[in-house]
Nanobody
Framework: QVQLMESGGGLVQPGGSLRLSCAAS????????MGWYRQAPGKQRTLVAT???????NYADSVKGRFTVSRDSRKNTVDLQMNSLKPEDTAVYYC?????????????????WGKGTLVTVSS
């Protein structure tokens, strides 16, 4: 069982930046796939950015060039740096994890989930 806890959400103006962090109860080097997903009101949860234990990354087209996902083995976290935020980035952001690294390509095969953190982009 892997427990995940997200932090770093909040209110930011369009064009601003936020950094999300996901702390794991298991050593992240042992977890094949980790990453970030989001769910906007009335919509399904979708992949935002994921990273494998081998540092392969996968991004949704809508965030490429603006968001960066990374693993920090010292802090045992997976972080999401979000720049040039837009109102359409507003959502609850969830951290997901799975021992199968192929899960970085999937919207719905992560086994473990955090409770989510709200990101609101508004002026």
């Amino acid at each position: 069982q892997v427990q995940l806890m997200e932090s770093g959400g909040g209110l930011v103006q369009p064009g601003g930046s936020l950094r999300l962090s996901c702390a794991a109860s298991e050593t992240i080097a042992k977890i094949g796939a980790m990453g970030w997903y989001r769910q906007a009101p009335g919509k399904q949860r979708t992949l935002v950015a994921t990273i494998s234990s081998g540092a392969i990354t996968n991004y949704a087209d809508s965030v490429k060039g603006r968001f960066t996902v990374s693993r920090d083995s010292r802090k045992n976290t997976v972080d999401l740096q979000m720049n040039s935020l837009k109102p359409e980035d507003t959502a609850v952001y969830y951290c997901g994890a799975d021992f199968d690294p192929r899960s970085i390509y999937s919207d719905d095969t992560m086994t473990y989930w955090g409770k989510g953190t709200l990101v609101t982009v508004s002026s």
